[in-house]
């Protein structure tokens, strides 16, 4: 039997732009982090150590996607920030710390920031000039960067 969840998030996946699909896999890091601090809080190592080798795991996979013939500069930093991460994860696992893990999810989050406007200049290039002109003249009421528990 399929697991709903998973069937889902399969079907989401396949209608995904690739900005969304980075955007998603921003989400499972932040998401595999969330738990690793509360895995820390209750004294759960084995749940910490899952949680934070798959965030690890998914970073692995972005970094293995990286262009730098297209990307550029762009994908030079990227892949610079995920080495930094994977590194500050693999100490913060050593550690057990919660304030290297509560940092690494303030920048993911500042980072998702960055791909949801490049997602929305993408969703406004596809609309055309018409809907680019209404969309910039109404102020966004969304915050760009949310507080790192949800």
């Not at 500069?73 to 550690?95: G, H, I, P, T, W």
């Not at 910039?136 to 949800?150: C, E, F, H, L, N």
Request: no cysteine.
């Amino acid at each position: 039997m399929t697991n709903p969840r998973i069937a889902y998030r399969q079907a989401a996946a396949q209608g995904a732009s690739p900005v969304q699909l980075v955007l998603r896999l921003y989400e499972q890091i932040i998401e595999d982090l969330r738990q690793a601090l509360k895995a820390i809080e209750q004294n759960q190592i084995d749940l910490r150590t899952n949680k934070i080798n798959h965030a690890i795991l998914v970073i692995g996979h972005l970094q293995s996607r990286l262009n730098f013939e297209a990307g550029g500069q762009v994908s030079q930093n990227l892949d610079r920030f995920y080495n930094v991460l994977r590194s500050s994860l693999m100490e913060a696992q050593f550690k057990a710390s919660s304030e290297l893990i509560s940092a690494r999810i303030n920048d993911l989050l500042g980072l998702r920031a960055a791909w949801v406007e490049v997602e929305r200049g993408e969703s406004l290039a596809a609309a055309g000039p018409a809907a680019a002109g209404v969309a910039m003249s109404v102020p966004s009421s969304a915050p760009t960067r949310a507080d790192w528990k949800g």
